[in-house]
Protein backbone atom coordinates (compact mmCIF):
# COMPACT_ATOMS: atom_id res chain seq x y z
CA UNK A 1 0.00 0.00 0.00
CA UNK A 2 1.55 3.39 -0.75
CA UNK A 3 0.54 6.43 2.06
CA UNK A 4 0.39 9.72 0.97
CA UNK A 5 1.30 12.39 3.75
CA UNK A 6 1.00 16.10 3.14
CA UNK A 7 2.16 18.59 5.71
CA UNK A 8 2.87 22.94 5.39
CA UNK A 9 -0.64 23.40 6.08
CA UNK A 10 -1.83 26.36 8.19
CA UNK A 11 -3.25 30.69 8.39
CA UNK A 12 -1.79 33.10 6.49
CA UNK A 13 -2.83 36.65 5.68
CA UNK A 14 -3.84 37.45 2.09
CA UNK A 15 -0.34 37.85 0.49
CA UNK A 16 1.47 35.94 2.30
CA UNK A 17 3.06 32.55 0.99
CA UNK A 18 3.05 29.11 2.20
CA UNK A 19 4.45 25.43 1.41
CA UNK A 20 2.95 22.36 1.56
CA UNK A 21 4.87 19.07 1.25
CA UNK A 22 3.61 15.22 0.06
CA UNK A 23 5.47 12.54 1.23
CA UNK A 24 4.79 8.63 -0.41
CA UNK A 25 5.81 5.90 1.49
CA UNK A 26 4.75 2.26 1.28
CA UNK A 27 5.30 -0.35 -1.12
CA UNK A 28 6.04 1.56 -3.56
CA UNK A 29 7.19 0.42 -7.39
CA UNK A 30 6.67 3.44 -9.67
CA UNK A 31 4.51 6.94 -9.16
CA UNK A 32 3.40 8.39 -12.16
CA UNK A 33 1.87 11.88 -12.35
CA UNK A 34 1.42 14.05 -8.86
CA UNK A 35 -1.14 16.71 -8.71
CA UNK A 36 -2.50 18.80 -5.83
CA UNK A 37 -6.73 19.10 -5.12
CA UNK A 38 -8.05 21.67 -3.12
CA UNK A 39 -11.75 20.95 -1.55
CA UNK A 40 -14.30 23.19 0.45
CA UNK A 41 -17.41 22.89 2.05
CA UNK A 42 -20.14 21.59 -0.64
CA UNK A 43 -18.11 21.82 -3.31
CA UNK A 44 -16.49 19.37 -5.84
CA UNK A 45 -12.52 18.34 -5.20
CA UNK A 46 -10.54 20.26 -8.19
CA UNK A 47 -7.44 19.76 -9.15
CA UNK A 48 -5.04 22.79 -8.44
CA UNK A 49 -1.95 21.78 -10.02
CA UNK A 50 -0.31 18.13 -11.65
CA UNK A 51 2.99 17.55 -12.60
CA UNK A 52 4.13 14.17 -14.58
CA UNK A 53 6.92 11.77 -13.43
CA UNK A 54 9.28 13.74 -15.97
CA UNK A 55 8.47 16.82 -14.56
CA UNK A 56 5.77 18.75 -16.89
CA UNK A 57 3.33 21.05 -15.25
CA UNK A 58 -0.18 22.40 -15.63
CA UNK A 59 -2.28 24.77 -13.45
CA UNK A 60 -5.83 25.47 -13.21
CA UNK A 61 -5.97 29.21 -14.18
CA UNK A 62 -7.27 30.66 -10.66
CA UNK A 63 -3.26 29.81 -9.62
CA UNK A 64 -1.09 30.55 -12.51
CA UNK A 65 1.60 32.66 -11.83
CA UNK A 66 1.08 32.41 -8.31
CA UNK A 67 1.32 28.27 -7.61
CA UNK A 68 4.22 26.40 -8.50
CA UNK A 69 4.28 22.34 -8.32
CA UNK A 70 7.60 20.49 -8.25
CA UNK A 71 8.70 16.66 -7.26
CA UNK A 72 11.30 14.80 -6.13
CA UNK A 73 11.49 11.70 -7.71
CA UNK A 74 14.60 10.32 -5.74
CA UNK A 75 12.64 10.64 -2.51
CA UNK A 76 8.91 10.23 -3.64
CA UNK A 77 8.04 13.96 -2.64
CA UNK A 78 6.03 16.71 -4.28
CA UNK A 79 5.47 20.32 -2.91
CA UNK A 80 2.94 23.16 -3.71
CA UNK A 81 4.93 26.96 -3.57
CA UNK A 82 1.83 28.98 -3.04
CA UNK A 83 2.26 32.80 -3.10
CA UNK A 84 0.04 35.67 -3.05
CA UNK A 85 -2.54 33.78 -1.32
CA UNK A 86 -6.16 34.83 -1.38
CA UNK A 87 -9.20 34.28 0.62
CA UNK A 88 -10.32 32.28 -2.07
CA UNK A 89 -7.84 29.63 -1.83
CA UNK A 90 -8.52 28.55 1.36
CA UNK A 91 -9.71 24.66 1.01
CA UNK A 92 -8.71 21.77 2.35
CA UNK A 93 -5.83 20.52 0.05
CA UNK A 94 -4.73 16.97 -0.84
CA UNK A 95 -1.90 15.08 -2.30
CA UNK A 96 -2.83 12.85 -5.34
CA UNK A 97 -0.50 10.50 -6.86
CA UNK A 98 -1.15 7.55 -9.44
CA UNK A 99 1.36 4.86 -9.19
CA UNK A 100 2.02 0.63 -8.70
CA UNK A 101 3.41 -0.73 -5.38
CA UNK A 102 4.66 -4.07 -7.97
CA UNK A 103 5.62 -4.59 -11.37
CA UNK A 104 2.78 -5.94 -11.92
CA UNK A 105 0.59 -4.12 -10.27
CA UNK A 106 -1.78 -1.87 -11.83
CA UNK A 107 -2.15 1.43 -11.81
CA UNK A 108 -4.15 2.77 -8.64
CA UNK A 109 -4.86 6.05 -7.50
CA UNK A 110 -3.39 7.44 -3.53
CA UNK A 111 -4.92 10.27 -1.89
CA UNK A 112 -3.23 11.71 1.18
CA UNK A 113 -5.58 12.41 4.44
CA UNK A 114 -5.61 16.39 3.58
CA UNK A 115 -4.04 19.52 4.72
CA UNK A 116 -6.03 23.06 5.57
CA UNK A 117 -5.29 25.85 4.18
CA UNK A 118 -6.58 28.93 5.80
CA UNK A 119 -6.38 32.50 4.22
CA UNK A 120 -7.46 35.51 6.14
CA UNK A 121 -8.20 39.14 4.30
Known amino acids: QVQLVESGGGLVQAGGSLRLSCAAS????????MGWYRQTPGKQRELVAAITRGGTTGYADSVKGRFTISRDNAKNRMYLQMKSLKPEDTAVYYC???????????????WGQGTQVTVSS
Open 26 to 33: GSIFSIND
Open 96 to 110: NAQGREYPSSPASDY
